[in-house]
Every structure is written in C-alpha cells, then in structure tokens.
Nanobody
C-alpha cells in the first residue's frame, strides 16, 4: 500500500516562508511525478506544481510562479515545496500527490496525501 505523508504546514504571517515535505512510502514504488495541489476555503482543489523523477517541473497556478519552488530527493522518495513571500490567498489545505505521468492542471494523480493546512495571516 502506498502512503504519502505531508508535514510542515502551519500558521505564518504574510511575507513569510514555509517548507512542506511529503514522503512516499509503501511497497516498491518510485513515482514518475510528485506534486502539490491545494484547496482554499470555498474553492475547488487546484494543481500547483509538480516535478518528475528527472527534475522536469510543471507549474500551473500563475499566482505562485516565482514564489514557490519544488524539489525532490529520489533516494528518500520525498518531495519538498518551498513557499516564499506567502500571501493570505495562499491559505489552503495542501495535498501531496504521486502519479505515473507528468502532472498538469487536468491530471488526476494515482495517490494522494491526507493534506496539511497552511494559513497565512495578513
């Protein structure tokens, strides 16, 4: 059974930074792509950013470009989301996702984490 476990969420003031982590565990599974989606209050879940096993990055949310970066440690089967210059509108539950294809806005990942809350105060 594959499990994705996120960590690193919390409360931060606008302009601050947070780093989310997501470790993939369970059987022998090295996902082609790891990524992050988010769901803000009253909003649908949206794709944010993803990275393939060989480091190709896709970013969909225009609002995070230049502020969020993704990295991956294949040896640890872990993906990281560095979020800088956070804004109140970044407040959301952030979900880690794993899949066998490159992730874009319309992708439905194969596996999901349970989500971690990020709250940005003004």
């Amino acid at each position: 059974q594959v499990q994705l476990v996120e960590s690193g969420g919390g409360l931060v003031q606008a302009g601050g930074s947070l780093r989310l982590s997501c470790e993939v565990s369970g059987r022998t599974f090295s996902p082609y792509a790891l990524g992050w989606f988010r769901q803000g209050p009253g909003k649908e879940r949206e794709f944010v950013i993803a990275i393939t096993r060989n480091g190709v990055t896709t970013v969909d949310a225009d609002s995070v470009k230049g502020r969020f970066t993704i990295s991956r440690d294949n040896a640890k089967n872990t993906v990281y989301l560095q979020m800088n210059s956070l804004k109140p509108e970044d407040t959301a539950v952030y979900y880690c996702a794993a899949g066998n294809t490159m992730m874009v806005r319309t992708t439905t990942p194969n596996y999901w984490g349970q989500g971690t809350q990020v709250t940005v105060s003004s």
